[in-house]
């Protein structure tokens, strides 16, 4: 269950929050991207990044003189914002137009993993079914076959972890909220839903033809292109 506090207080809109733990997962493990707002020199930056989710814990990694990572490792509060739009919602007045969305925001502070062990473990292995790390949770059995990061790949890339320990979560996935006085106006009202659609994949153009494309349909569910 989500702590509520003084950060993640949901003040407008407080029937869309949202307190299940799994639901925060689920957003995170769906977007797999961020966008994390820091302050350096009394100037804002929001940069999006790749993250991915190992139990309570998220990753994030890049070049170790990257202006993000480099403020990231110093310790610096910082803000994460995940968001996916699922639709519209078309109304029959135009101001109660809307959209269907799952959002989180997560506060904290990134510690870095210095370990290259740990750091290959984390970007590139499966440990076991249960966990999805990096390369496996977008293409799962693909860490057996390609080549590992060596010594100076890992060494010139920062690692850094942060526990999900305040965040909040907020859905929106309501019908249409016309008043009384707009029902009967002819027009069509309802929900234009928004899908995600992963693949078909699209071959290198250096590709060995006589290696067969891999399966990846197992972590995308619905989300997975099925051609008619």
Same mark, same amino acid.
């Given at each position: 269950m989500l702590s509520n506090t003084k950060r993640t207080e949901i003040k407008k809109s407080q029937k869309k929050a949202v307190?299940?733990?799994?639901?925060?997962?689920?957003? =995170?493990? $769906?977007?797999?991207?961020?966008? &994390?707002? =820091?302050?350096?020199?009394?100037? *804002? @930056?929001? =940069?999006?990044m790749l993250v991915w989710r190992v139990d309570n814990n998220i990753y994030v990694h890049g070049a170790k003189n990257s202006r993000l990572m480099r403020a990231l490792k110093q310790?610096?509060?910082?803000?994460?914002?995940?968001t996916l739009f699922d639709g519209w919602v078309l109304a029959r007045s135009a101001f109660h137009h809307s959209a269907h969305y799952?959002?989180?925001?997560? @506060?904290?502070?990134? $510690?870095? &993993?210095e370990s290259n062990a740990q750091k290959n473990q984390l970007l590139n292995?499966?440990?076991?079914?249960? %966990?999805?790390? @990096? &390369?496996?949770?977008?293409?799962?059995?693909?860490?057996e076959l390609v080549r590992q990061g060596d010594e100076k790949e890992l060494t010139a890339? $920062?690692?850094?972890?942060m526990p999900l320990t305040e965040a909040s979560v907020k859905i929106s996935n309501n019908g249409?909220?016309? $008043?009384?006085?707009?029902?009967?106006?002819?027009?069509?009202?309802?929900? %234009? *839903?928004?899908?995600?659609?992963?693949?078909?994949?699209?071959?290198?153009?250096e590709h060995d033809t006589s290696i067969p494309q891999p399966d990846y349909?197992?972590?995308y569910g619905e989300r997975w292109y099925i051609p008619k």
């Open positions: 307190f299940d733990t799994a639901k925060l997962y689920q957003i =995170i493990d $769906e977007s797999l991207n961020a966008h &994390i707002a =820091i302050n350096q020199d009394n100037q *804002p @930056f929001v =940069i999006p310790g610096q509060s910082c803000c994460l914002t995940f799952r959002s989180a925001m997560v @506060f904290g502070q990134f $510690e870095t &993993i292995q499966l440990l076991n079914q249960l %966990l999805n790390h @990096f &390369i496996e949770q977008i293409a799962p059995g693909r860490s890339t $920062e690692l850094l972890a249409v909220g016309d $008043e009384a006085k707009d029902k009967d106006v002819p027009v069509w009202a309802g929900v %234009l *839903p928004y899908r995600t659609v992963v693949g078909p994949l699209i071959d290198d153009v349909s197992s972590v």
